[in-house]
Structure formats: structure tokens, C-alpha cells
């Protein structure tokens, strides 16, 4: 009698998208070494990124418990805690949650941002670490994190200026960089258009601030739209 083999793979080959689209977090080729940017090449750029993100989350006293979206395997995730915020983790990712479940001694959830699935007001804050910039429907994702988040909502993405997004499009045509063939990249002001929209009606202020500069330069943090990644919080005033 012949036995008939059984695909045992976490996300099937064919299934490796999202959004109707490919996405590399789909793919085990890409996930599975993850973690070890952050340790190699990607550690300098993390210590900053983490500074830019406490400066901003902390000035809202408010904030002791967060939600992030996006959270990966948790790098961000498990740092909230050193700063004193209790954080609870989301992704769409089976496969990036199958590490976080091994890395993270908090909550986790696995859901689409665009449809968060908690009630009004959950958490204090929600935050996104360079995940929003693969968000279909930007408007929505920023809702959700408005109605779930009650006092704010943090964001640190990659900045659509800087010579780095010019080397990625030129990497990505000759097949070298998989990573961002669907990432939209934000200025701060093009982001806070979007937040303008999402958040019509909505009493709130924005704070951002950006980081990834050259090591020779002698700044490495500044109140100019320039750099590699920015930091932005969104306050949230009309709640008590």
C-alpha cells in the first residue's frame, strides 16, 4: 500500500503572500535568519532606533501598556519592558510568531493589523517598528491602532529620505533585495497627511524625530527629515 506524504511545512510554498501579494516574512529563507541582523551588521542602527523610541513613548506618562504590531520575533517587544511598559506582541506571521513564542515571555496574538481584534481602548498605547511601511490600506491600520491604542500611537519606520531607499530600488531590480519590493516608504510629513486623514476629527499632536546617520557625521539624531529611520508618536488629547 502506497502512503500518501503529507505537506508538513508551517505556510506552504504557494501560500507565501499576503495581501494578494509575496511577502518576504512569508518565506522561511528570510525569516529564519532574522535575528541575526539585528546582531551582526543591523546592531548600531537598533541602538539608535531604541533611544529615538523611548525619547518619544516616554515623555506620555500615560503609557504603561502597549500593543505592537508587527512585533516579528519580539526585538522590539521584549525592550519595552526595560523601559517600563508592559507589551504584548501581534503579527500575521506564523513563522515569525513561531520564534517570538521561543524569545518573548509575554502575550501573543496572530491577526491583520487592519482588523485588530480587541476591544476599544485596550491598551494604552499601540506601536509599529518598522512594519507599517507594508500596510495596504494605511487609513485603516492607523484607526485600528486609534481605537484599540487610548493614548497614542508610536511609529519608527525606514525614511523614504535617505540614499539608502535609492540603493534598495536599484538592489531590487537586479533581484539582490527581496525585502522591500512592497514597502511604501514615509517621509514624516507624507506620513502625518495620512494621519490627518485617518484621524479627522480627532483631537491629537505629532512628535518626530530621526536617527540613521552616517557614523562620521557629527550628529546622529536631529529634528530634520533626514536619515535612514524616524521615530513619530502620536499623542492622543481627547481622552481623560
Not at 501579494?21 to 528570510?30: G, T
Request: with cysteine; aromatic share 14%; net charge neutral.
Amino acid at each position: 500500500m502506497e502512503i500518501e506524504k503529507t505537506n508538513s511545512e508551517l505556510i506552504p510554498q504557494e501560500d507565501q503572500n499576503w495581501q494578494n501579494r509575496p511577502e518576504w516574512f512569508f518565506n522561511r529563507e528570510h525569516t529564519d535568519t532574522y535575528e541575526q541582523w539585528y546582531e551582526g551588521r543591523y546592531k548600531r542602527a537598533e541602538i539608535w532606533q531604541k533611544k529615538v523610541m523611548e525619547q518619544l513613548v516616554s515623555k506620555d506618562k500615560r503609557v504603561k501598556t502597549l500593543l505592537e504590531f508587527g512585533c516579528g520575533t519580539t526585538r522590539f517587544t521584549r525592550w519595552w519592558k526595560e523601559i517600563g511598559i508592559e507589551a504584548t506582541g501581534g503579527d500575521i506571521s506564523p513563522l515569525m510568531l513561531s520564534q517570538a513564542v521561543q524569545l518573548f515571555d509575554g502575550d501573543l496574538v496572530m491577526a491583520d493589523s487592519h482588523h485588530m481584534p480587541f476591544k476599544d481602548h485596550t491598551f494604552d498605547s499601540l506601536a509599529f517598528i518598522t512594519t507599517f511601511e507594508y500596510y495596504k490600506d494605511p487609513v485603516q491600520v492607523i484607526r485600528e491602532a486609534a481605537r484599540v491604542g487610548k493614548y497614542g500611537i508610536a511609529m519608527g519606520m525606514m525614511n523614504r529620505n535617505s540614499t539608502k531607499v535609492v540603493r534598495r530600488r536599484i538592489q531590487e531590480v537586479f533581484g539582490m533585495n527581496p525585502f522591500y519590493l512592497t514597502a511604501t516608504f514615509y517621509t514624516p510629513e507624507k506620513l502625518s497627511k495620512i494621519i490627518d486623514e485617518a484621524l479627522q476629527g480627532r483631537d491629537y499632536s505629532i512628535e518626530w524625530t530621526c536617527t540613521g546617520l552616517p557614523k562620521w557625521f557629527p550628529l546622529q539624531q536631529w529634528s530634520l527629515p533626514f536619515g535612514d529611520f524616524f521615530g513619530l508618536y502620536i499623542k492622543l488629547n481627547d481622552v481623560k
